[in-house]
């Protein structure tokens, strides 16, 4: 399986805008997609204008299906102009541990 975790540090203010078209998105991007099995969004507690998506896909091609989504492009229509800076780590996923 392959993961992506994105760090994105917003502008100051754009929170809401950003959990509004983020949310929707994780959702569908589980429900809707069968190559990707995880996508978590995450909020640091100390900078609360710092996110974490961390997601985890079959493979890079599924990867690359959910950027062809209708979900995916209405999110980033939104999201692209809140974001102060962006990063992302690629990585193999070695294991995954079923929720308790």
Request: proline share 6%; hydrophobic share 45%; glycine share 2%.
């Amino acid at each position: 399986m392959y993961s992506i975790i994105v760090k994105t540090k917003l502008k100051p203010g754009k929170t809401d805008e950003f959990l509004a078209a983020m949310l929707p998105n994780a959702a569908a991007s589980v429900r809707d997609e069968p190559g990707c099995h995880i996508f978590d969004v995450l909020q640091d507690r100390e900078d609360p204008e710092l996110f974490w998506l961390y997601e985890i896909y079959q493979d890079e091609a599924a990867l690359a299906e959910h950027k062809l989504t209708p979900h995916y492009k209405a999110s980033r229509a939104v999201v692209t102009d809140l974001i102060a800076e962006q990063s992302v780590i690629r990585a193999d996923v070695l294991a995954v541990n079923p929720a308790r």
